[in-house]
């Protein structure tokens, strides 16, 4: 459907608001290949103040323990099994939390996505992100800069409704081998259309069928997980679902949902989820 226009003029504020703080650019890239290593920080955060993470483990079981506390198994092979007073799910994990069946994922809309790794930057890319170079009087002119990273945005049409993006991220965001590109695609999918349908347009503007230069691509929807259920037992919350179209957004709606959560946790409106916590606990004391 089409975008109303106080949600478009929010984004162009934030967009605004960014530019000049961190370079030329209103947008950070995360290096290795996408947003995970922002979550990564936190944890190591977390680390430094006594909190452990898991890394590879299936949740498999969430039951509530006699004392009250919340028991959680992991892995199935070899399964293992931690306590704790507050639980925080992600949307995929709500139905071993709550007796209620769940629902079914919306069928009306999708966000279909696709992943190319290409040898060569699809046409419509190699001039908007060309190799900067940082030339001095002195000095003399410097060697090009390889790709950080390109956004391409494709504006609605007649057919078409929303905008449709492109990410193409290189070598120097850590996310590729020299010479090769990671082109992340995503466009609004009806419900009679399959990603690789709906990723078309994006596909053909950026020229990238018409390049020789495929090594990779994979297709898939993301379709957003139904409101959290009211059920859920005390001290269990869930995160809401953040399936967004814009690449430069889904960190921006994952980080809201996220406080959202804390609040509820903590029950003050008024606490700054980034003042910090204690101080780090010091191994040799």
């Known amino acids: 459907m089409p975008e109303p226009t106080l949600p478009a003029l929010t984004r162009l504020r934030t967009y605004l608001r960014s530019t000049g703080r961190y370079g030329a650019s209103p947008f950070l890239v995360g290096q290795y290949g996408g947003a995970g290593e922002l979550a990564q920080g936190f944890c190591r955060l977390s680390a430094v103040f006594g909190g452990v993470y898991m890394l590879g483990e299936e949740v498999v079981a969430i039951e509530r323990a006699d004392d009250g506390r919340h028991r959680i198994t992991l892995g199935k092979t070899e399964p293992q099994t931690v306590t704790a007073d507050t639980v925080v799910l992600a949307p995929e994990y709500r139905s071993l939390a709550s007796p209620a069946p769940a629902p079914a994922k919306s069928e009306v809309e999708a966000i279909a996505r696709g992943v190319w790794i290409v040898a060569s930057l699809p046409p419509a890319l190699q001039a908007a992100a060309a190799p900067s170079r940082s030339d001095d009087a002195e000095t003399g002119p410097s060697s090009p800069k390889p790709l950080d990273a390109a956004l391409f945005v ?132």
């Open 154 to 285: 494709l504006p609605p049409d007649d057919g078409r409704a929303s905008s449709a993006f492109a990410l193409a991220v290189g070598e120097a965001a850590f996310a590729c081998p020299a010479d090769q590109f990671v082109v992340y695609l995503c466009a609004r999918q009806s419900a009679d259309q399959t990603p690789r349908a709906a990723l078309q347009p994006l596909i053909d503007a950026l020229g990238l069928e018409d390049a020789p230069s495929l090594l990779s691509s994979t297709y898939a929807d993301d379709r957003p997980e139904p409101a959290p259920p009211a059920d859920l037992p005390a001290g269990v919350f869930s995160l809401a679902s953040t399936c967004g179209l814009a690449p430069a957004e889904a960190c921006d709606d994952a980080l809201r949902s996220a406080e959202a959560v804390w609040r509820r946790i903590v029950d003050d409106e008024s606490a700054d989820m980034f003042a910090g916590g204690p101080p780090p606990v010091d191994d040799a004391e």
